[in-house]
Every structure is written in structure tokens, then in C-alpha cells.
Nanobody, 126 residues
Framework: QVQLVESGGGSVQAGGSLRLSCAAS????????LGWFRQSPGKEREGVAA????????YYGDSVKGRFTITLDSAKKQVYLQMNGLIPEDTAMYYC????????????????????WGQGTQVTVS
């Protein structure tokens, strides 16, 4: 029942900014955790950021702290990733991930914790 759809990816110059969006459906009446992950071909997914719907607590990967910000609009069921100061190393396919409804996510930046995944949106930094 949960569906995640990402948007907002694109190609930007180093130092630029992008804002990714993820529309989530199927979480009405529950608490949940949403995260952003990124992956390059042949490499495992890296946890970028995550947020809990109930507490609003956020988590960030070390490589993006101070540059990226995750936010959640609980009414619209949309999660955002504001990416500033982009560098070429940020180039990857970015995925929105969702945990199961009313289930505690012990490690929010670990991909196996999540059940639902979007199709991904490409971010390229030159």
C-alpha cells in the first residue's frame, strides 16, 4: 500500500543546489520513518538522511552534514532533501525509502531497515 515517488533530480554545477521531493502514500494513521539514500552503479547504497514522523528527529550521513537538510511535511506526506554546496562526489541516483508503518527503525541510515523504495531520481554534479 505504501508508494514513494521521487522528483527534483537534475544536473548542476559544483557549488549549486537542488531540492529533492518524495511523495509518500499509505502512511495515513501511522508513525513512520522516511530516508534518503544514494547509489552509484556497482556500489552499495549510502544513507544520506532520515527523519521520524512522530518526533521529527533527523539523521545525516557524515559526508553531507552541514550541506543537506531533510524535512517532512506530515500533512502532505512529502519528504524533502535540500542539497546545498553540491560537489561531484554527490553524483548518484537518489532514492526515497520508507519503513513499515508503526515499526521502529533502529538504524535509520541503513538500507536494510527499509521496506519501501521509490524508483530514484538522478543527481549529477559537474
Amino acid at each position: 500500500q505504501v508508494q514513494l515517488v521521487e522528483s527534483g533530480g537534475g544536473s548542476v554545477q559544483a557549488g549549486g543546489s537542488l531540492r529533492l521531493s518524495c511523495a509518500a502514500s499509505g502512511y495515513t494513521g501511522s508513525t513512520y520513518c522516511l530516508g534518503w539514500f544514494r547509489q552509484s552503479p556497482g556500489k552499495e547504497r549510502e544513507g544520506v538522511a532520515a527523519i521520524y514522523s512522530g518526533s521529527g528527529t533527523t539523521y545525516y550521513g557524515d559526508s553531507v552534514k552541514g550541506r543537506f537538510t531533510i524535512t517532512l511535511d506530515s500533512a502532505k506526506k512529502q519528504v524533502y532533501l535540500q542539497m546545498n554546496g553540491l560537489i561531484p562526489e554527490d553524483t548518484a541516483m537518489y532514492y526515497c525509502a520508507g519503513g513499515q508503518r508503526n515499526q521502529y527503525v533502529e538504524f535509520p541510515l541503513r538500507a536494510p531497515e527499509y521496506t519501501y523504495w521509490g524508483q530514484g531520481t538522478q543527481v549529477t554534479v559537474s
